[in-house]
């Protein structure tokens, strides 16, 4: 226990977060400059800095593992809260930031173990993209200040908003390329591809980023003669209508309505706790009011016991 209270008080230190941060930026520079200077000393100086970098943040870690109540607590991804609503206990499951980043710097350090040691290993190329990861570390600076965690937090609200989002536009290019295939026979053109539901998703995403959108239509429209130019025309006008226009706009009116909705909700929230406060301030000055009222109550009357004490000894 005494052990873990000093590792604790290691890690609240203000100067264990600032080391860490300088650490951090200073690595995500060296993965920069090994695209500079490159030279076979240079090289093996970033090598050995590597396993310098690897040594620190696998030693962070230790620490941040230990300095938890239990181990477990540091992987715990989701916490269970307890609510009373109306006389009836509720449990409620909320996402915790904590874990999250406690398991993203695990995979990072796993990643980062298994790139250092690539002449261990047969495949050595594919396993050299571990050490890539390191320039993920970087994301940790959004824990340094405030103004950064809350638009990690309000980046984290919209999520389920862009999943719904995204799992429209999946729909409608589904849709569209079994009309596709029907239409245009499974064939394969010169600016696309409608052989398989597959190629046919691809020149759809390809047509929703309106890249040559244009020329993808003229080329079907050229090369299937027995379709009258309407069909193909209005099958990618009303894709390009529904996708690139009308869907990204709503998309867009809808995040700005959540962003809104969350600045004014956490408004709220600051503005109840500002009243609350002082609300406290009101009481608290009340009762030194009401103090005070007793504490010279009393001494009048200890004046007037001491006048009569006073009258009866003369």
């Known amino acids: 226990m005494a052990a873990n209270k000093f590792i604790k008080q290691i890690y609240d230190h203000p100067l264990f977060n600032k080391v860490v941060n300088y650490v951090i930026v200073a690595c995500s520079l060296i993965v920069g400059l090994e695209t500079i200077l490159i030279g076979k000393y240079w090289q093996l100086f970033f090598h050995y800095l590597d396993y310098v970098f690897l040594a620190f943040?696998?030693?962070e870690i230790f620490i941040r593992i230990a300095a938890e109540r239990h181990p477990l607590l540091f992987f715990m991804l989701f916490k269970r809260i307890k609510k009373e609503?109306?006389?009836?206990i509720k449990y409620q499951i909320k996402f915790t930031e904590h874990g999250f980043w406690n398991i993203f710097d695990l995979f990072l350090i796993s990643t980062s173990f298994i790139g250092a040691f690539t002449h261990l290993f047969s495949h050595a190329n594919f396993i050299e993209i571990g050490r890539l990861f390191r320039?993920?570390?970087i994301v940790r600076l959004l824990e340094i200040s405030d103004q950064l965690k809350e638009i990690e937090r309000r980046i984290v609200s919209i999520v389920p908003t862009v999943f719904s989002f995204a799992?429209?536009?999946i729909i409608?290019?589904?849709i569209y390329s079994i009309l596709g295939m029907y239409l245009f026979e499974n064939r394969i053109f010169d600016k696309c591809n409608f052989s398989n539901i597959i190629e046919s998703s691809l020149s759809l995403f390809q047509v929703m980023t309106l890249d040559g959108w244009s020329d993808v239509m003229n080329d079907i429209k050229t090369s299937c003669t027995n379709l009258h130019p309407f069909i193909v025309q209005a099958y990618f006008v009303s894709f390009v209508v529904f996708t690139a226009i009308v869907t990204f706009n709503v998309f867009i009116a809808i995040m700005t309505?959540?962003?809104e909705d969350k600045m004014e909700r956490d408004f709220q929230i600051q503005e109840d706790h500002?009243?609350?406060i002082a609300q406290e301030a009101i009481d608290v000055e009340k009762q030194m009011h009401q103090s005070v009222l007793t504490i010279l109550k009393e001494i009048t009357d200890l004046k007037k016991e001491i006048g009569e004490l006073k009258a009866k000894i003369k």
């Open 57 to 59: 943040f696998t030693a």
């Open 85 to 88: 609503e109306n006389g009836k």
């Open 135 to 137: 320039i993920f570390r």
């Open 167 to 169: 799992l429209l536009l």
């Open 172 to 174: 409608l290019i589904y």
């Open 257 to 259: 309505s959540k962003v």
């Open 274 to 276: 500002i009243q609350e």
